[in-house]
């Protein structure tokens, strides 16, 4: 069986000769060339030419009218003619991701999903273990551009014509998690950009092997909520500076936040009930190490809002930051590092915007 883009060829051909030769000499000096495909006469911005005894047609229309696609490559200054044949395109990128995508010479990743992006792209998502990169492969070119690492943690929520969405939460091979946060890769201009998120549902992110802190300080700073952590006096600082795995559970009049590995110098309930049009109390108290944790399925589901976790012992002392709101809100947690202490800023956004879940 003839591969299409040979065929394609064979036609041009067919096409081309069939009009020099059922043309007289005389008649292609003297009158305008037609120009027909399949028997349907083409009308061309361009018309045809002869030029050193050779008729010329301009290859887009002849192209196009036969189910093709031309993509001029501004690059390689090259005119290049796709049949479009999507399983061809396909069978060709993964064949050559077999090579392409090997990590180390014992351990290979897997195309595990890919996605068709308008007429010119495939999104390929490669996975290594637990770490996700994309690709975006050129269907004309076969170029491949990794747009997205793993060190993003990222995972697919949206593809338009001209932009590819990803929630992500960060963290890299230290495992210290963000709050989950949107990545936006722009197909014209070919850039990542990264803006926050206001959610309306359970979350759970930082690190299982984080330092000891302390609470000190609950504060309202504006229209936002602050908790200042500090390391504990008796710790031994190794391994860097990471957020305490950190499990957030999202109810319709409060977000209550459980922070693992954090103490508090008073062990009674502590309250404020500042005048806020979105709070109406903030209570906060310490956990034992044996408190039951409420949705232990977040722990174990996968990215963006979840921990992927198995058989972690959560046998460690706790804080509870119970926020009590008149509304459903959606909220954004995200951290800040000054000097010995760990910084919490909670906002609030009533509206439900186009990211909240």
Known sequence: MLKPKLMLVISLLIAVSIIVFSI????????????????????????????????????????????????????????????????????????QAEEEFALTPDAKGEIKRLWRVGDNYILLENVWYRDYDYWLCNTYTGQKNWIVSFIENARVEKIDDNEIIFIAKGGGDTGDYDFPYLLRYNLEEK?????QMYLQRDVAFGAVSSWSLLLEKVSLQGEDIILNLKVAPDQILAGGFKKPLTIVDYQRDSISMRIYGVTSKKYDNQVIEPDHHLIKKVEWRALSPDEPVKNPELLQMDFPYGAALENINFNRPSIEVKIYTPEKVAYNVSTKIEDDNLIYTIKFNPPVNSHSR
């Open 24 to 95: 007289p000499q005389v008649t292609l000096a003297n009158q305008p060339i037609k120009l027909s495909v399949n028997g349907e006469e083409i009308n061309t911005d361009i018309l045809p030419q002869i030029i050193n005894g050779r008729v010329m047609v301009p290859a887009r229309w002849v192209a196009e009218a036969l189910g093709a696609k031309v993509h001029w490559g501004e690059e390689t200054k090259t005119v290049e003619i796709s049949t479009q044949n999507w399983l061809l395109q396909l069978e060709k990128i993964l064949h």
């Open 191 to 195: 850039e990542l950009s990264r803006t």
